[in-house]
């Protein structure tokens, strides 16, 4: 495992969680990175990605407007603020690292879970 996911728990409908991913041995630390997502009995799906120098965003739909994604190089982390969270958010949260500075959809190297459960 090269990213470490953090930050997840419960909390109740209309809250807000602060997701981290550290990538404390640098692994790819010059690429784009990503979130991700599984429910249970759903495959994982993406939620965001950022550009290596964070000028470049991407979320899916669903969290657009409540979810913000950003980085501290300085510190090799990765940010994923959630903000007016529903029980559909409900899920495993992993991040990973991409094999290209820029967004894309080739992810090789991934951090275990955080999970985020969303009561309502």
């Known amino acids: 495992v090269q990213l470490q996911a953090s930050g997840g728990g419960l909390v109740q409908a209309g809250d807000s969680l602060r997701l981290s991913c550290a990538n404390p041995?640098?692994?790819?630390?010059?690429?784009?990175v990503g979130w991700f997502r599984q429910a249970p009995g759903k495959e994982r799906e993406f939620v965001a990605a950022i550009s290596w120098r964070g000028g470049d965003t991407k979320y899916v739909d669903s969290v657009k407007g409540r979810f913000t994604i950003s980085r501290d190089n300085t510190k090799n982390t990765v940010y994923l603020q959630m903000n007016n969270l529903k029980p559909e958010d409900t899920a495993v949260y992993y991040c990973a690292a991409s094999l290209t500075p820029t967004i894309s959809d080739n992810y090789r190297y991934w951090g275990q879970g955080t999970q985020v459960t969303v009561s309502s």
């Open positions: 041995r640098r692994t790819a630390s010059n690429n784009a």
